[in-house]
Nanobody, 116 residues
Framework: QVQLVESGGGLVQPGGSLRVSCAAS????????SGWYRQAPGKQRELVGV???????NYVDSVKGRFTISRDNAKNTVFLQMNSLKAEDTAVYFC??????????WGQGTQVTVSS
């Protein structure tokens, strides 16, 4: 059974940093593309960034230069490092793995709140 479990969300002040993690069981991140989406209240889920099975990354323009996706292959965990956080980054962050056509697996989400 494939399972993704996020952790590390919380409350942070504007300008602060936070790292969220996504641990996988049942699959290897080195085999599949994965990444992060987020969903703010009242808004649609939007892509934050991806990391390919080969380790290449790409990001949506609104987080470029502030967010970094990385991976620990030994721990089979993907990370999202978020710096210079803004109020508009407040959302539930979901990790996903793309297993094939119409076969995406999602984590349960972790809340990130940016507020003073």
């Amino acid at each position: 059974q494939v399972q993704l479990v996020e952790s590390g969300g919380g409350l942070v002040q504007p300008g602060g940093s936070l790292r969220v993690s996504c641990a996988a069981s049942g699959i290897r991140f080195t085999v599949y593309d994965s990444g992060w989406y987020r969903q703010a209240p009242g808004k649609q889920r939007e892509l934050v960034g991806v990391i390919t099975s080969g380790g290449n990354t790409n990001y949506v323009d609104s987080v470029k230069g502030r967010f970094t996706i990385s991976r620990d292959n030994a721990k089979n965990t993907v990370f999202l490092q978020m710096n210079s956080l803004k109020a508009e980054d407040t959302a539930v962050y979901f990790c996903y793995a793309h297993l094939g056509k119409n076969r995406d697996v999602w984590g349960q989400g972790t809340q990130v709140t940016v507020s003073s």
